[in-house]
């Protein structure tokens, strides 16, 4: 950092001008922000204003630049100066827009600004410009695991948006489960009937591109490397292993139906005429071809009544089935039944269902099923008994209350059995300590469990597949990042991600195949993929000081991170999303960011002028989430939301980020209190880097230790969760938490 | 064989087909989707008043319980308020339904003999056609006497107030019991009855046998 020069601009617009000491703020980043040019403008987002910065970049040779204005996540277009390293003081949401317009307000007022123009002087300082990661690949290929619905159209979308597709299919043909399908919902006008499965088009639109590369009874064998420069070990039958250089991967994997064998009492593996919805989709396409009849397997007669039990084996609050509904059942037995009803109305169809879903326009299809005359109960089925070549359906009737219900003489029973996804090896489990068998607990009797084989084989430090949720669905940010997985630049789409039907699973294959094509040219110009997307920065280390203790590799929410052989952690800058959890998780301190490191907080945290005990100005530090918490206090600012005088709001990257040494300095340095706002974690999370925030508050859980050595109460650090709609919760949180401190009373490390 | 055993002869397991064919607006009954507005819409259907609500006589009828639907008191009291076929998110003729189940019910002498409503529909029949006009004092001890002597004497003390303020306004006039007022052509009227129950039955033979 040979040559830096800071320059300090102050705005006045906004009201800014009328409510601040302007002059005094600019006074303030000269003495004690040391800025050597200090300007303030009475409008600074304004043409004339940008100029004046970039006319001090040019001739003053400005390389630091500080802006006093609006919240970093406003006017990001006018103060946009990639060459340099920006920081914004945020006067206008975090200041004067949450302050009263009032004489005994306007001290604290000043007060609070003139700490934002100190803190964001000295964060300026500690920063570099970002320049970009170099370590970066070319490919503009995608890799789609899967030749089902979903693969095919991830192919065919990203192949039209010009993009070369290798895609790998582990049978001998395309097509999936959907392939399998006679008829499929339908998703037209009138919505009355079941219509063509549109799969052989799909095929025959795959093998006409050119642009499409097909392994038919091929795996991924090896998937190594990052964004951009993978590199694919493709195994085919014949032995032969294909390499390929890939960009980005959608992995569109599907699903298998849960198995009926594991619900003997409903019949499942006890008698042929006992089929799951695989097993009558069968049945219909040999009837097809046939005479056009149905007819039950175990003696070929033809089917004069079915029975339909929804939910077999799933939404199962005992834990022992599936625990969620897939979705799609409803509405496919719905169109089974028509296979009937269709052919041949005398047929009896009954539905036993406890609560009929039907997304899309199923409403309609639902309807059209009832006017055709099939017979809808509502019911929780106890028992399929299968007596020859009929069975008795026992049910409890829900409506009537009738726990001994019955559907006699039933020729062919048919379970809604429900999706389970293929996603690999559960690598979270991998990592469990396996202590069930040595406590010498009995392996369930009678049942082989099939081990998973691994999809991708990825080479990574933390496994050789993506992470999954507990139902076996890969993980994803449901909420702003459906696709993504927890692997940059591995997308997952359709029933791999989470039970859906063909028409939600083509929508997901598009939106994935656009998302790899993304990353894949975010990855090639060294730049995040999302939340951070077109961030130039990326974690650095100092290894001279790694003390190899692995926190980084472990913590990584991403699997960013590999080890080298000496176990030094080898980053991997294209699979980063720059959360810099291994940044809050380093011992050491020696992992930081250009923009964004242990010295560009800690550095604010000591800028922040700490007046004494008697002066009844207590100090309390916010560290607040950039994806949830900040732009909720900004919100709360925009709607004029007011709160305590005595924060100082840091933004920071992710919860996952914050090193523990912030919280100590700034108890040591006298704050009253600290503030930790961070997204929900835990199963149902919002983090937006998924495990940040829960990483954070296992770090954040320790810290009452640190607080007994202090000698410190522990109300003096608060962890919290605040959204992005917790527009006027937020400033009440401050607003008690400031009044809880009162009580507390004053820091005693104020004035050391 | 009666109509009753007739009709359960003929359709035998499918009861939903027996009400779809036989009972006015029946065919509706199968595009009931148990969402249970029309139980809760219903005001007469507070304090278990009904014994099967709407939805769950189409529940039965699809399970086939013909002799609970059908000798059951719950269709008979409907008001036909119009809530339930207001809010019917399935559109649903309810009330008329309802009035369809009871009917054929009636029609098939499997409807309860002493239940109010019915009791009244036949009172109030009998005496409007009797003479063409209707005798209020008649009709209203009818009812009284519906269950027995003692029990209408301790009806009519109860409501003996109100008969006597209704006489002093000259709204109830005693002489009514013997005879009372008529309308003009007797005659005429017996004859347009005797054409319309020559029709109605003929129709509802077809249908029965059809």
Redesign the interface.
């Known amino acids: 950092m040979a040559d830096i020069k800071v320059a300090a601009y102050i705005c006045k617009g906004c009201g800014l001008g009328e409510r601040l000491d302007t002059d005094a703020l600019v006074k303030i980043a000269q003495k004690d922000g040391k800025v050597p040019l200090a300007k303030s403008h009475d409008f600074l987002c304004n043409a004339d204003g940008v100029a004046m910065i970039r006319n001090d970049i040019a001739s003053e040779g400005v390389t630091h630049i500080m802006i006093g204005a609006c919240s970093r996540r406003a006017k990001t277009e006018a103060f946009y100066f990639p060459e340099n390293a920006v920081a914004r003081a945020n006067l206008r949401e975090g200041v004067i827009w949450i302050r009263p317009d009032t004489e005994e307000a306007r001290e604290t007022t000043q007060d609070m600004a003139e700490d934002y123009i100190r803190m964001g002087c000295a964060e300026v300082k500690a920063m570099t410009a970002p320049g970009g990661n170099t370590n970066t690949g070319t490919s503009k290929t995608l890799l789609v695991v899967g030749g089902g619905v979903t693969g095919m159209t991830t192919a065919i979308e990203a192949s039209k948006t010009g993009y070369p597709v290798v895609l790998v299919e582990k049978t001998g043909e395309l097509g999936g489960w959907a392939g399998k399908l006679y008829k499929r919902t339908p998703v037209h006008e009138p919505f009355k009937s079941p219509a063509d499965t549109g799969v052989a088009d799909l095929v025959s639109q795959v093998q006409a591109d050119s642009n499409i590369k097909v392994y038919l009874n091929a795996t991924v064998a090896r998937t190594d490397g990052a964004p951009g420069r993978f590199v694919v070990d493709i195994a085919t039958e014949s032995g032969a292993t294909h390499t390929e250089d890939i960009g980005a991967i959608v992995q569109a994997t599907g699903f298998t139906l849960y198995d009926m064998n594991k619900l003997p009492e409903l019949g499942g593996g006890k008698s042929p005429n006992v089929i799951d919805q695989a097993g009558l989709e069968a049945l219909a396409k040999a009837a097809a071809a046939g005479d056009g009849v149905i007819r039950r397997p175990s003696d070929n007669q033809p089917v004069k009544s079915v029975v339909f039990v929804q939910c077999a084996g799933q939404r199962d609050p005992s834990g022992t089935h599936l625990s969620y509904c897939s979705g799609y059942c409803c509405n496919a037995s719905i169109k089974q039944a028509m296979y009937f009803k269709d052919a041949n109305p005398d047929v009896d169809t009954t539905i036993i269902y406890t609560d009929l879903r039907t997304p899309g326009n199923g409403e309609d299809f639902y309807r059209s099923a009832q006017e055709k005359g099939v017979i809808f109960t509502k019911g929780r089925v106890a028992e399929v008994v299968p007596n020859g070549n009929t069975s008795t359906v026992k049910f409890h009737d829900l409506i009537l209350d009738d726990p001994d219900a019955a559907e006699a003489d039933v020729d062919l029973v048919v379970l809604a059995t429900g999706q389970v996804a293929n996603s690999g090896i559960n690598i979270d489990a991998l990592t469990k300590p396996q202590v069930e068998g040595q406590e010498g607990e009995p392996a369930a009797a009678g049942t082989v469990e099939v081990k998973p084989i691994s999809i991708l084989n990825l080479t990574y430090r933390q496994g050789p597949d993506v992470p999954q949720l507990k139902q076996g669905f890969t993980d994803s940010h449901f909420i702003c990042f459906p696709y993504e997985t927890r692997r940059t630049g591995i997308y997952t789409a359709g029933p791999v991600r989470r039970p859906m039907d063909i028409a939600q699973a083509r929508e997901d294959a598009t939106g994935a195949a656009l998302k790899a094509i993304q990353a894949l040219e975010n990855a090639e110009l060294g730049r995040a993929a999302h939340p951070r997307s077109g961030d130039l920065s990326f974690p650095k280390v100092r290894l001279e000081g790694c003390t190899q203790c692995k926190r980084c590799t472990v913590e990584c929410p991403f699997g960013a991170i590999d080890e080298d052989e000496k176990r030094f952690p080898v980053f991997n800058e294209s699979r980063c999303r720059r959360c810099g959890t291994c940044m809050g998780a380093c011992p050491v301190r020696v992992i930081s960011f250009e923009n964004y490191s242990v010295n560009t907080v800690g550095a604010q945290i000591k800028a922040v002028d700490i007046p004494d005990e008697f002066s009844e100005k207590p100090r309390i530090l916010i560290l607040a989430c950039e994806n949830d918490a900040y732009p909720a206090l900004d919100m709360a600012g925009m709607s004029r939301n007011e709160y305590s005088a005595f924060v100082r709001i840091i933004p920071i990257r992710c919860l996952g980020s914050v090193n523990t040494i912030w919280i100590t300095d700034a108890l040591n340095a006298g704050y009253d209190g600290v503030m930790m706002m961070g997204c929900k974690s835990g199963d149902e999370y919002q983090c937006h880097f998924v495990k940040g925030s829960e990483l954070g508050r296992v770090r954040l859980s320790k810290i009452d230790d640190t607080l007994k050595t202090l000698n410190l109460e522990k109300e003096r650090v608060r962890d919290l969760e605040v959204a992005i709609t917790d527009i006027e919760r937020v400033p009440d949180m401050i607003n008690k938490y400031a009044a809880e401190l009162v009580a507390v009373g004053p820091s005693p490390f104020k004035g050391f | 064989m009666s109509a009753n055993t007739a009709l359960a002869e003929k359709y035998r397991n499918n009861f939903?087909k027996e009400i779809e064919e036989q009972v006015e607006m029946g065919d509706w009954v199968?595009?009931c989707?148990?969402c249970g507005v029309c139980s809760g819409s219903c005001p007469t259907n507070f304090q278990s008043a009904w014994e099967h609500p709407p939805?769950?006589l189409f529940?039965?009828i699809?399970?086939g319980?013909r002799e609970e639907v059908l000798t059951t008191t719950s269709m008979w009291n409907c008001t036909s308020c119009y809530n339930c076929i207001v809010r019917c998110p399935?559109k649903l003729p309810i009330t008329h339904i309802m009035h369809g189940i009871a009917e054929y019910a009636h029609r098939i002498g499997k409807a309860p003999k002493m239940q109010a409503t019915r009791f009244f529909s036949g009172l109030f029949w009998k005496n409007a056609t009797r003479t063409g006009r209707v005798n209020e004092l008649k009709l209203s001890m009818g009812l009284y006497f519906k269950d027995g002597l003692g029990a209408g004497i301790k009806e009519g003390m109860k409501m003996k107030d109100v008969a006597l303020g209704l006489m002093k306004a000259k709204r109830l006039n005693p002489f009514e019991l013997f005879g009372g007022h008529k309308c003009k052509d007797q005659k005429g009227i017996q004859a347009m009855l005797k054409k319309a129950y020559e029709i109605e039955r003929s129709r509802k033979a077809a249908k029965m046998a059809g």
Request: glycine residues 0%; charged residues 40%.
């Open positions: 939903l199968k595009m989707m148990q939805q769950e529940m039965m699809r399970a319980k399935r």
